[in-house]
């Protein structure tokens, strides 16, 4: 079992910045894939950024360029580095992690971007 918690959300105004961090306690070893989502109200969730036990990266287009992954192995954490936020940004934030062939998810943390 893998437990996860974030931190990090807020009300921030249109162009501002927030860093949201996750860290994983339990069966931590050899975790993979580490990500984020987002889910905006009437909305499905939809991911926002990946990254890989090696640090390869992915992201949704509507971040690219605006939102950084990044990991830290020797913490069980992942961090996403949110720049220039738009009001469109605005939604739960979750973190997502695979282990052992299982997606665990954190309990979500709200941002709200205001225009």
């Known amino acids: 079992q893998v437990q996860l918690v974030e931190s990090g959300g807020g009300l921030v105004q249109a162009g501002g910045s927030l860093r949201l961090s996750c860290t994983a306690s339990g069966r931590t070893y050899s975790i993979g894939s580490m990500g984020w989502y987002r889910q905006a109200p009437g909305k499905q969730r939809e991911l926002v950024a990946v990254i890989s036990r090696s640090e390869t990266t992915n992201y949704a287009d509507s971040v690219k360029g605006r939102f950084t992954i990044s990991r830290d192995n020797a913490k069980n954490s992942v961090y996403l580095q949110m720049n220039s936020l738009e009001p469109e940004d605005t939604a739960v934030y979750f973190c997502?992690?695979?282990?052992?062939?299982?997606?665990?998810w954190g309990q979500g943390t709200q941002v709200t971007v205001s225009s």
């Open positions: 997502k992690v695979l282990w052992a062939g299982i997606d665990y």
